[in-house]
């Protein structure tokens, strides 16, 4: 499902040198007995899932699809980007879809804030909030705002069969509130951190609204979590992809750029650097992870990557087929001179950018290059993309020696913020 092509590394990968490192920590990971253990419910969750919450969520969907004209996700960090990156890759960025899906909750910009709720005043929508903790200022802020809303629009009984809650099964101020105001509540498994939350009710519940097919999701998913469970390298393609990522830190790479062809694959990449910025980037270790789309910013960042510092490889996520093509129409003045592609298919053009792109950033440029080749996308390739990463994650962050659970470090600016807001305590 996904093929690692090392072919671009301008050197060749030995991986025989990591075979028995990487057994190790495969151990570590099955037997979960490494630090932050008792964070990796996600690993069997493809076949463990409660399967009764799961038709709770569909038949919830369809009737938010039924009623509504805007769902609003409130939530940030590991509590919307899965299902973000989900509906945009899956519905596109312009999509005519019935039920408009907004992202709030995950930032305290007052003009964005405003923005929303004034375009929600004349609207007829639903609220999922997203929070594990419960706590989360950004979220809590938001919701408070959102649920003041929609219960004068609305007034408060009805709000109550709009809004839907997705928190830990038993703790937390959002299980509380929820609890006390009658709220379909889903449950985020305390042993599943935010980052890898995604086949949750935190990912599932937005991306079943939006009218995507979360049982083939779950489908690849599931085949992900089959294929990853191959404790042999040569046979396990996230753990080679784990190891090319080690080897690059080794070889002294600080950056790792994580590019895609397809604009509507941007929130994947903000996905993709949440899950290994926070589980690496810890004790002074990990690859600072970044993300492009080609070739838009091959008009931007390009002549970084082709002739800059030397401090980055690149990760591409290669999908052999377009889900829809255009072709190039022929121009009988031909004044910007494209009739020698007339005729030709877009996906076609993009696809020789791509290989135009692969061959002047390793050959000219000796900029590293893994290639995740893909054959589509479609709910189930994306399923088994989310699960394929994070189980690469776990690999990578244990052969660094770090937890790829926890997140330590986002605590800081947290303290020294609530310390000037005067919260209690700080
Ligand atoms: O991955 C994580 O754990 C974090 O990014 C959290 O998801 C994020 O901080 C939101 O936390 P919560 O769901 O508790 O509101």
Redesign the pocket.
């Known amino acids: 499902m996904i093929k690692v092509n090392d072919k671009h590394l301008l050197k060749e990968m030995d991986y025989a040198k990591y075979e028995s490192e990487v057994k190790k920590v495969h151990e570590i990971i099955h037997t979960k007995s490494g630090p932050g253990n008792d964070f990796l419910g996600w690993l069997d969750y493809p076949t463990t899932f409660d399967k009764a919450e799961f038709e709770q969520i569909k038949k919830y969907a369809k009737y938010v699809r039924e009623n509504f004209e805007v769902l609003v996700v409130c939530?940030?960090?590991?509590?919307y980007l899965g299902a973000r990156a989900a509906i945009e890759a899956l519905r596109g960025l312009h999509s005519q879809d019935k039920l408009e899906v907004i992202f709030f909750g995950q930032t305290f910009s007052s003009d964005y804030t405003y923005e929303v709720l004034d375009y929600l005043k004349n609207k007829k929508f639903a609220i999922n909030v997203?929070?594990?903790?419960?706590?989360?200022t950004e979220?809590s802020i938001a919701f408070r705002l959102l649920k003041n809303l929609l219960e004068q629009k609305v007034g408060v009984e009805n709000a109550r069969k709009a809004i839907f809650a997705t928190t830990d099964k038993e703790k937390g101020a959002l299980k509380t509130l929820a609890t006390n105001e009658g709220y379909p509540t889903f449950v985020?498994p305390s042993d599943i951190?935010?980052?890898?939350?995604v086949f949750t009710a935190v990912g599932l519940f937005p991306i079943a609204c939006a009218g995507l097919d979360i049982d083939q999701l779950m489908k690849g998913a599931l085949q992900a979590q089959k294929d990853t469970a191959k404790p042999s390298l040569k046979d396990n393609e996230a753990y080679k992809y784990a190891v090319i990522r080690y080897d690059q830190k080794l070889q002294q790479k600080s950056v790792e750029l994580f590019v895609t062809y397809e604009p509507k694959l941007v929130q994947l990449g903000e996905w993709f650097k949440?899950l290994y910025g926070?589980s690496e980037g810890k004790d002074g270790q990990g690859l600072f992870p970044t993300s492009a789309t080609f070739s838009t910013d091959l008009h931007s960042l390009g002549q970084f990557i082709q002739d800059g510092s030397k401090v980055l490889f690149e990760t591409i996520l290669h999908f052999e087929k377009a889900k829809n093509d255009v072709v190039i129409p022929s121009d009988e003045a031909n004044l910007d001179g494209l009739n020698y592609l007339a005729g030709k298919n877009l996906n076609y053009v993009n696809e020789q950018a791509y290989l135009g792109t692969l061959e002047a950033h390793e050959k000219s440029g000796h900029v590293p290059n893994v290639v995740l080749e893909v054959e589509k996308l479609d709910e189930y390739h994306l399923g088994y993309i989310f699960y394929f990463f994070m189980k690469a994650c776990a690999m990578s962050a244990y052969l660094l020696k770090v937890n790829p659970f926890n997140?330590p470090g986002?605590e800081i600016y947290k303290k020294n913020m609530f310390h000037l807001l005067g919260k209690k305590g700080y």
């Open positions: 939530g940030i960090g590991g509590s997203i929070s594990k903790s419960g706590t989360t979220t985020l951190g935010g980052r890898y939350s949440q926070e997140q986002v």
